[in-house]
Every structure is written in C-alpha cells, then in structure tokens.
C-alpha cells in the first residue's frame, strides 16, 4: 500500500527485534496520530519498506537477517527510497557507529536507552524535513559550473552525472546554492537548512557535509571549509534557466 501523505496520516516502519521496544516506540506514534508497522528483521523491514513507501524509517542497528547499516545503505541506494528519512536507534554509542551510520545517509542517530518523548520530537523534525524536499515545486534549476541543481526533480547532476542525495544532503546543497560567496556557520545550516528544531548537533553537520561532498566529484570544490566559522559556496558562475520542460 503506497502512501500520500497529504492525505493521510503518516506512515512509520520501525524495523526493531525487540519487541518491548518495538511496541512502546509503535504505541506512542500512534498516539501522535502515526501509522506503524514493526519488524523485526532487517531483510523483512527491506520488503515492507520497498512495497509500502512509508514517511519514515525507524532502524535498529544490530538486527536478524541483515544488520541495520547495511538496510540503510540498500535503501539509500535506490532511488524509490533514498528520500524517505532513517533515523537509526542502538545501543552502540560510539563515535565511530555514529559517523558511519550518518554517512550512509541516516538522517539521525539516537542512542538506547532514549526518551520515547526524544524520539517522537526527533521524528517530527525528519518528517518535517523531509515533505518539502519529497513534494516542493521550485521554478527551476540553478547552475553553478558543472552543478546542476533542480529543485523541482529533487536531482542534482555533476558533470551531466546523477549525484544520489540524501534529503538532509540536498538541503544543505540548496542552502549553499542560495547564498554564494557568503559563510555559513554550522548553527546557520543546522537552522536554515534543516530546521530550528533539528536534533543534530555541529560534529553531525560535518559528517553530512563530508558525505556531500564525496557524491559531488569535482564539484565538491565548490563548498570550502572556513576554519573557525563554517563553510562558503563559492562558484565560479552561475546560471538559472527556465523550468525544464
């Protein structure tokens, strides 16, 4: 069953083997008004996720089947997926399971044991995220260089290349393309770009705009590091055709 979610509420899977956990994340969404489906293995959550297009990912790290991260790199990796956002619930706090999990796309990582109350604002943010960046219509494209960056397709392109976003990465992008020349501190991003509520901390910011710029080839030139305050897009040139046809 697919899912408009301007017509509907919206549609949750928590892909969870811990069924205590799994049933009080699903009892407090559906409060919120969500639709929930649990699962408790990773190649299981896959096929749910693929048929129903739902809103909003919630994934364990350490599951049956297929391990979380490798779910979040198959998802991210279609493009029938790549948009919906994933935040990732585990026991492994370190730094390392963090960089990793958000530089294949996760949207937000957070860490057990959590508030339900945490959780829940923290899917509020990522669905707020990420209506916009799945359904705006922009008037057209901007290019900077070999960067194309249409808005209303949700596609970016390098060098006539696809480059595959993530929502929170095509975000940031747009907030660069729409200030050139001017330094961004990480604060500005994380409120601008992603939203005042945004549960995502500098060092996160980092590693999304790490990612970023890996999957922009050569044009990763384009957004400098400026030390102690930020970062800057600075393009050589810029163009904005009409809307493709």
């Not at 892909?15 to 293995?41: M, P, Q, W």
Request: glycine share 6%; with cysteine; aromatic share 4%.
């Amino acid at each position: 069953m697919s899912h408009d979610p301007d017509n509907g509420p919206f549609m949750v899977v928590v892909v969870e083997d811990e069924s205590d956990i799994a049933n009080i994340i699903a009892f407090n969404l559906e409060t919120e008004g969500y639709k929930v489906t649990c699962v408790d293995r990773g190649d299981h959550g896959l096929t749910i996720i693929r048929r129903e297009i739902p809103d909003l990912v919630i994934l364990d790290l350490m599951l049956p089947g297929i391990d979380g991260l490798s779910v979040c790199q198959q998802l991210k990796s279609d493009p029938m997926t790549r948009d919906i956002p994933i935040i990732m619930v585990s026991a492994k706090a370190e730094d390392s399971d963090i960089v990793i999990g958000l530089g294949l796309g996760a949207d937000d990582y957070i860490s057990k044991p959590f508030s339900i109350r945490e959780l829940a604002a923290r899917a509020k943010v990522a669905l707020r995220k990420s209506r916009p960046a799945r359904h705006e219509v922009a008037e057209g494209r901007m290019v900077f260089d070999e960067l194309v960056i249409d808005a209303e397709r949700h596609e970016v392109t390098v060098s006539g290349h696809p480059a595959s976003l993530t929502v929170t990465e095509f975000r940031l992008l747009q907030q660069f393309a729409e200030n050139p020349g001017r330094a961004l501190s990480r604060e500005q991003l994380i409120s601008q770009a992603l939203g005042k509520d945004a549960a995502i901390i500098d060092r996160n910011i980092d590693v999304h705009i790490a990612s970023l710029r890996r999957k922009l080839g050569k044009a990763a030139r384009l957004i400098k590091t400026i030390r102690g305050i930020g970062y800057k897009f600075t393009p050589g040139r810029r163009t904005t055709p009409s809307a493709t046809p």
